[in-house]
């Protein structure tokens, strides 16, 4: 199932620039990091390249002061890799979602794109897209398996934590036998999921609980409660000194609530956009929602982004949407 | 591992009375109603003996109305049986914790116990007590695949409830890679872990969150946030519509706060006493604070309770003896 061209790139180039999407999550990183564990294994030169430093949350991972932002070492990196050099990106499947990445590996041949996104984009040279799989931590387990390769502890560590973070801690409808059977196998390894659970879930700000008690305060409930919204605004994340990556999560509160099927969490962003999550519970397919907007995702977990205009626009229109897809429209 | 006796007693026994302790969780109901599942398919006649009807909380396991509180049936069963009875007491290592059970138990010989809680007794005729298991769910597929028996898709959800309960989904330390292996092929039988986790964590009321609003605003930290309070009256019960028990878990936000070492969760109860959660991080003993004042617990999870006077003494006290606990005193 992992394309033949993606392993003989893996096995045959000796220069890798692998990148995630702009403000990743722990799937990305982890998924970026246990990577480039894997090549380097393989004796890999390798240059991880990220938009922006790693946010302070996740800073657990042990080589996450390694990624590097700066254009004139990946020019160098690039120099002495000559034509030798491939790029990989990873938990991307839209170009957009590279951010200013988009030039950097655009100049670079060929391109491999690993992800676990439904994407109806073509970009890149060879691609695997695996939207049946919890998260792209999962296929970079396949990847390393496929390449006859024993993941290292460390390079276990960041998958668990890829695939923890992706799932919910195994609560989603992504979880499959085989996401288990691969857990199972990285804490053979030596992860201890308790380390894992108290990086991703007891290391939060105080400002963190100061914005939730602000967000929690925003609910609304529509057609019998089964949509819920919250929101945050630029002004919460003031008041609170709370930054974008402190919110995450807070989506799983209105989720959580018994009869809720959709709900969605609208966040103004430093940038003047919304950026909005959707979750759904099965009843209605929120990539769909989700696309209407420009967006996209998953049948249970999507999302989108607005610009030039408020969150009761957005609100509302978001509304309408859920609304008659829920309905069947 | 599983002692011969036990494998013995399930294969060669053609009655059962199976057993677990008073206010049963997740794991006790859930490896009750699995190894009741599993006997069936042996063809075995099985009793499920609880003390109190199943809470509705736990009504989803589909055969939870089949448990027995009735004495009388229980009598009758054990005529039919006759000398070719069995009795299993499930998750249940100190013989006190099966309530009023204890006397129809002690009627039948021999007492199979399965157990993974650290116990200092020594009751029943065979005893399997695995305190590195992570739940007796866990230990329950372990006696199936022991029986060659290949778990029912009934059984396989049956066990993955006691799992996921046991370990806070895949959370706790407890969670081995067996653990994550056979919840891999209880998936591979069939059960959908986001239809599990949607029993167990997506039930909340709306009533729930803005009691969580109203308590996340209560924050209070001390001694550099390595002490952090929260509290809910009896108002912002009465005002959100919650009851004690959509209080519950509360306790782990504060807790999950990078660099708090205890919290504490003071809840104004309706007879006026104040009950008080304390959780620790491993820096102190929390079960020697909560003794002061007449409670008790483990080291990291202890609680107690105060008559007669309010909140802020109450937070006064504990401060106090929170602070001079971390001070090694």
């Given at each position: 199932?992992?394309?033949?061209?993606?392993?003989?790139?893996?096995?045959?180039?000796?220069?890798?620039?692998?990148?995630?999407?702009?403000?990743?999550?722990?799937?990305?990183?982890?998924?970026l990091?246990?990577?480039?564990?894997?090549?380097?294994?393989?004796?890999?030169?390798?240059?991880?390249?990220?938009?922006?430093?790693v946010?302070?949350?996740?800073?657990?991972?042990?080589?996450?002061?390694?990624?590097?932002?700066?254009?004139?070492?990946?020019?160098?990196?690039?120099?002495?890799?000559?034509?030798?050099?491939?790029?990989?990106?990873?938990d991307?499947?839209?170009?957009?979602?590279?951010?200013?990445?988009?030039?950097?590996l655009?100049?670079?041949?060929?391109?491999?794109?690993?992800d676990?996104?439904?994407?109806?984009?073509?970009?890149?040279?060879?691609?695997?897209?695996?939207?049946?799989?919890?998260?792209?931590?999962?296929m970079?387990?396949e990847?390393?398996?496929?390449?006859?390769?024993?993941?290292?502890?460390?390079?276990a560590?960041?998958?668990?934590?890829?695939?923890?973070?992706?799932?919910?801690?195994?609560?989603?409808?992504?979880?499959?036998?085989?996401?288990?059977?691969?857990?199972?196998?990285?804490?053979?390894?030596?992860?201890?999921?308790?380390?894992?659970?108290?990086?991703?879930?007891?290391?939060?700000?105080?400002?963190?609980?100061?914005?939730?008690?602000?967000?929690?305060?925003?609910?609304?409930?529509?057609?019998?409660?089964?949509?819920?919204?919250?929101?945050?605004?630029?002004?919460?994340?003031?008041?609170?000194?709370?930054?974008a990556?402190?919110a995450?999560?807070?989506?799983?509160?209105?989720?959580?609530?018994?009869?809720?099927?959709?709900?969605?969490?609208?966040?103004?962003?430093?940038?003047?956009?919304?950026?909005?999550?959707?979750?759904?519970?099965?009843?209605?397919?929120?990539?769909?929602?989700?696309?209407?907007?420009?967006?996209?995702?998953?049948?249970?977990?999507?999302?989108?982004?607005?610009?030039?205009?408020?969150?009761?626009?957005?609100?509302?229109?978001?509304?309408?949407?859920?609304?008659?897809?829920?309905?069947?429209?």
């Open positions: 199932m992992i394309p033949e061209e993606i392993l003989q790139t893996f096995r045959e180039k000796t220069h890798f620039v692998v990148a995630t999407h702009m403000h990743p999550d722990g799937d990305a990183l982890g998924s990091l246990g990577l480039i564990e894997i090549l380097k294994q393989m004796d890999k030169k390798v240059f991880g390249l990220v938009e922006e430093p946010p302070d949350f996740y800073r657990f991972f042990p080589q996450s002061a390694q990624l590097n932002t700066s254009r004139a070492d990946l020019h160098d990196f690039l120099r002495a890799g000559g034509s030798d050099a491939a790029a990989v990106a990873l991307c499947g839209e170009i957009e979602r590279l951010g200013s990445l988009q030039v950097a655009a100049a670079i041949k060929p391109l491999v794109v690993i676990h996104h439904q994407t109806h984009q073509n970009y890149g040279d060879y691609r695997w897209i695996e939207p049946a799989s919890s998260s792209t931590g999962e970079i387990y990847v390393c398996e496929a390449l006859g390769q024993t993941p290292t502890l460390r390079c560590f960041d998958l668990y934590v890829a695939i923890v973070s992706d799932t919910g801690s195994f609560r989603y409808e992504c979880t499959g036998a085989r996401t288990l059977e691969i857990a199972a196998r990285l804490v053979g390894a030596g992860v201890n999921p308790q380390e894992v659970a108290s990086h991703l879930y007891d290391n939060y700000k105080v400002a963190r609980l100061k914005l939730m008690e602000m967000v929690l305060g925003t609910l609304r409930l529509h057609e019998e409660n089964s949509i819920a919204f919250i929101h945050v605004t630029r002004e919460m994340f003031a008041k609170s000194g709370a930054l990556e402190d995450e999560g807070f989506i799983d509160y209105p989720r959580a609530l018994a009869g809720v099927k959709v709900s969605a969490f609208l966040k103004e962003m430093p940038d003047d956009t919304i950026s909005v999550s959707l979750r759904a519970k099965g009843a209605c397919d929120v990539s769909e929602v989700a696309k209407r907007f420009g967006g996209g995702g998953h049948r249970n977990a999507a999302g989108c982004r607005f610009n030039g205009i408020g969150l009761e626009d957005v609100h509302n229109r978001l509304h309408r949407a859920i609304s008659s897809a829920l309905q069947g429209g």
